[in-house]
């Protein structure tokens, strides 16, 4: 085999190597950053130190992580990646109804001390040790496609 026929070839699988990249890329799915904001558009998460709400129900789901203008929304996907909550003024327990089957990449509690009752979490990625500690879970709440690289015990409250 000469050079110029390996080179053809090197160069034909670069090509089909990168169509394939491009292609598996294409179809991955871009999850957004989203912000628990129960005080719409006003800075911060709530207008005091709780953020009750529905997940699923209330267009609680805010784009802007310090609560100011943004996007809202009730749903999210399972590619968003969630944090409780916008601002930081949502520092005491707020309670999370959650309706149905909800789902996210990921939950990241920053504040306060989130407790989700009512339907279930669906999960792609998972908790973060820190945050994982600071889940309260009304009795009977599944949580399913759990993962944690250091899983620390979860409350569930009854």
């Not at 090509?15 to 179809?27: E, I």
């Not at 996210?104 to 979490?121: D, Q």
């Not at 500690?133 to 009304?138: E, I, P, T």
Request: proline share 2%; net charge neutral; glycine share 10%.
């Amino acid at each position: 085999m000469n050079n110029r026929s390996r080179n053809r070839r090197s160069e034909a699988w670069r090509r089909v190597s990168a169509a394939l990249l491009a292609l598996a890329l294409a179809g991955r799915a871009q999850g957004a950053s989203l912000y628990w904001d129960s005080d719409g558009s006003t800075a911060g998460g709530s207008a005091g130190t709780t953020a009750d709400g529905t997940w699923g129900a209330d267009s609680y789901w805010n784009t802007s992580s310090s609560g100011a203008a943004g996007t809202f929304t009730a749903a999210t996907t399972a590619s968003d990646d969630l944090t409780f909550s916008a601002g930081t003024d949502v520092t005491a327990a707020s309670l999370i109804t959650v309706n149905g089957t909800q789902v996210a990449n990921s939950i990241t509690v920053e504040e306060g001390s989130p407790t989700f009752a009512g339907g279930a979490i669906s999960l792609t990625t998972g908790f973060t040790k820190t945050v994982y500690r600071k889940l309260l879970f009304r009795h009977g709440l599944p949580v399913t496609s759990f993962w944690a690289s250091e899983q620390a015990p979860c409350s569930l409250i009854k």
